[in-house]
């Protein structure tokens, strides 16, 4: 099992540019989550897809969008880049069994620079 | 607001000494609280989790003590040795939102 896999591995783009990450979920796996970890800090929850919808967000703008594919995969697109876009990218994969908390497991992340 | 506030940021400790990280929150409908362990170039892995109907969980060197009136929960680690040396992250989560928040890490160092 190749766990959570997630391309690319590192990213530098120009302010007003856009960019899009990609997730391959663990095997089995059908919700996948992104969180932005910048530098020194924990993860900030971004989004999370199920069933190809966006089920849940956290405080972030319009700017990060996302998407989820009929095999799991998911995208994350952020518009407008801003210098403070510039952190890791984390994609989280679990499996809904509709149990109160599902394990996630994490991808190695994608490590976005912003100049 | 930070819904989770970590301390310390950074952490040294001697080989086969106790490791200690401390987590408050803020909100009382939090009921999952795990704790992260993250190696440089990685991304976090589940190491230990506890739900607030027990005051301690241990998990080999691992344990997790809770304090719901205090909203505080701590990552013990016995006999601390140098692979131990990661950025830990404590997180709290509500019921069925999948939704986790995060505090700011410890980064631990383990002197052999």
């Given amino acids: 099992d190749a766990g959570v896999t997630q391309s690319p591995t590192h990213l530098i783009k120009t302010r007003g540019q856009q960019v899009t990450l990609r997730c391959s979920p663990k095997s089995g796996h059908d919700t996948v989550s992104w969180y932005q970890q910048a530098l020194g800090q924990g993860p900030q929850f971004i989004f999370q897809y199920y069933e190809e919808e966006e089920r849940q967000r956290g405080n972030f703008p319009d700017r990060f969008s996302g998407h989820q594919y009929p095999n799991y995969s998911s995208e994350l697109n952020v518009n407008a880049l801003l210098l403070g876009d510039s952190a890791l990218y984390l994609c989280a994969s679990s499996r809904d069994r509709g149990q109160l908390y599902n394990e996630q497991f994490f991808g190695p992340g994608t490590r976005l620079t912003v100049l | ?112």
């Avoid at chain 2, 609280?33 to 991304?43: S, V």
């Avoid at chain 2, 027990?54 to 140098?82: C, W, Y």
Wanted: overall charge positive; aromatic content about 14%.
């Fill in chain 2, 1 to 112: 607001q930070q819904q989770v506030k970590q301390s310390p940021q950074s952490l040294i400790v001697q080989k086969g000494g106790i490791s200690i990280i401390n987590c408050a929150y803020e909100n009382t409908a939090f009921d999952y609280f795990p704790w992260y362990q993250q190696f440089p170039g990685k991304g976090p892995a589940l190491l230990i989790a506890i739900r607030p109907d027990v005051s301690e969980k241990k998990e080999g060197r691992f344990t997790i003590s809770f304090n719901k009136s205090a909203k505080q929960f701590s990552l013990h680690i016995m006999d601390s040795q140098p692979g131990d040396s990661a950025t830990y992250f404590c997180a709290a989560s509500l019921r069925n939102f999948n939704k986790f928040y995060f505090g700011s890490g410890t980064k631990l160092n383990v002197k052999p």
